[in-house]
């Protein structure tokens, strides 16, 4: 998760071949196989972040593969860990602006309550 942040920092080509080559939802994947583990929940947020940012497929991409639900698993699970709250906010942030089905999934799904407890 760490790397594929890193991949995705600058422009919108490499953000597409990411998401084209799987890299949402092998995030997705590790998110949801390691809950507990709060470097992979960190950098799998941080990974959304870049990866979702701006690029209308890579969110659609995201929404397909219930990012956003494993997002919200990560804020409950990490309730105390402020970085954990923030980065997550920021990974719906990403995946949801621009984006309405993502946003009514991701609300379906909690999103906006553990945003507000977050704060």
């Given at each position: 998760c760490k790397l594929l942040r890193?991949?995705?920092?600058e422009g919108n080509a490499?953000?597409?071949?990411s998401g084209e080559a799987g890299a949402i939802e092998a995030v997705v994947a590790a998110l949801g196989a390691h809950l507990t583990v709060e470097d992979v929940q960190e950098w799998g947020c941080r990974a959304l972040i870049n990866v979702c940012d701006c690029v209308a497929d890579n969110q659609a991409k995201a929404g397909a593969a219930g990012a956003?639900?494993?997002?919200?698993?990560?804020?409950?699970?990490?309730?105390?860990?402020?970085?954990i709250q923030e980065k997550a906010s920021w990974a719906l942030s990403s995946m949801t602006s621009g984006h309405a089905g993502n946003r009514i999934k991701a609300g379906a799904a909690g999103a906006i309550e553990k945003v507000v407890t977050a704060m």
């Open positions: 890193g991949l995705n920092i490499v953000k597409c071949q956003y639900v494993a997002v919200v698993a990560a804020m409950g699970a990490h309730t105390s860990s402020s970085l």
